[in-house]
């Protein structure tokens, strides 16, 4: 599988955000309690700014303005969006960049942003209408992602972990021979994941954008093929609230 085109593909979720907000700003966003459709819009123009800011100054620390009212809130988006995409342009390939976590890969933000937005895209689907699917190499990037960055970062909660197995097994088509399988093992002193076709104690089949959802909590697993112990998957869904 190919390596996600992270600044087209976060483009195209910027502006399908922007589009599905138009005339729906007051709307309550379901997967994000307390949001409306407008407080979604201004997040994703200040995290832009902030993953931008990292890039140009190396620090977190810059001051990020606030978002503007719903009249001049669209251009202040893809204004922010300009502003990340060509702080990415302007990095060196083979160097590292600066983030919360330490130095990292020069496509760290740009993957990072291009995951969050996508997200974020489908939130605002889901208060305005039905969602679309996010792209399938992001989405399984997006999988890759959360347990390289998100997890050792942010952690499981209250998770019981007693060596317990999940294994996700995303079923688009051509997506090479263990690129869209995980075998996730919930070990006592770390969470340790492998691409691998292999049984676990509870096994989730369904497409790389809904596995990712599904580990975002931004769905639940009705739509998706759950076998096994189905109580270890809620669990987790319970504890691991990224």
Same mark, same amino acid.
């Given at each position: 599988?190919?390596?996600?085109?992270y600044p087209a593909l976060l483009r195209a979720d910027t502006d399908r955000l922007l589009h599905v907000a138009d005339g729906h700003f007051?709307?309550?966003?379901?997967?994000? &309690?307390?949001? @409306? *459709? /407008?407080r979604l819009v201004g997040h994703v123009g200040r995290v832009h700014r902030r993953a931008a800011a990292w890039l140009t100054t190396g620090g977190g620390a810059a001051e990020i303005e606030r978002p503007p009212g719903s009249g001049s809130l669209?251009?202040?988006?893809?204004?922010?969006?300009?502003?990340?995409?060509?702080?990415?342009?302007?990095?060196? &390939?083979?160097? @590292? *960049? /600066?983030?919360?976590?330490?130095?990292r890969h020069s496509a760290f933000w740009v993957r990072r942003m291009a995951v969050e937005t996508a997200l974020h895209?489908?939130?605002?689907?889901?208060?305005?209408?039905?969602?679309?699917?996010i792209d399938t190499a992001l989405a399984v990037d997006g999988v890759?992602?959360?347990?390289?960055?998100s997890i050792p970062h942010r952690g499981t909660g209250r998770l019981h972990r007693g060596g317990e197995t999940i294994h996700l097994h995303a079923t688009d088509p051509d997506l090479g021979e263990g690129a869209g399988e995980w075998l996730i093992?919930?070990?006592?002193?770390?969470?340790?994941?492998e691409h691998a076709h292999a049984k676990g104690d509870v096994a989730v089949r369904?497409?790389?954008?809904?596995?990712?959802?599904?580990?975002?909590?931004?769905?639940?697993?009705?739509?998706?093929?759950?076998?096994?112990?189905?109580?270890?998957?809620?669990?987790?869904?319970?504890?691991v609230t990224v």
């Open positions: 599988m190919t390596r996600p085109d007051d709307r309550p966003v379901p997967t994000c &309690p307390g949001w @409306t *459709v /407008e669209v251009d202040w988006v893809r204004r922010g969006l300009d502003e990340l995409l060509a702080a990415q342009a302007a990095v060196d &390939p083979a160097q @590292t *960049v /600066e983030t919360w976590d330490g130095p895209r489908v939130d605002g689907e889901l208060a305005a209408g039905a969602p679309t699917p890759d992602e959360l347990f390289e960055v093992v919930l070990g006592a002193d770390a969470v340790t994941v369904g497409s790389a954008s809904d596995l990712l959802l599904l580990l975002w909590n931004r769905v639940d697993s009705a739509g998706l093929g759950v076998f096994g112990d189905r109580t270890i998957l809620e669990r987790w869904r319970s504890a």
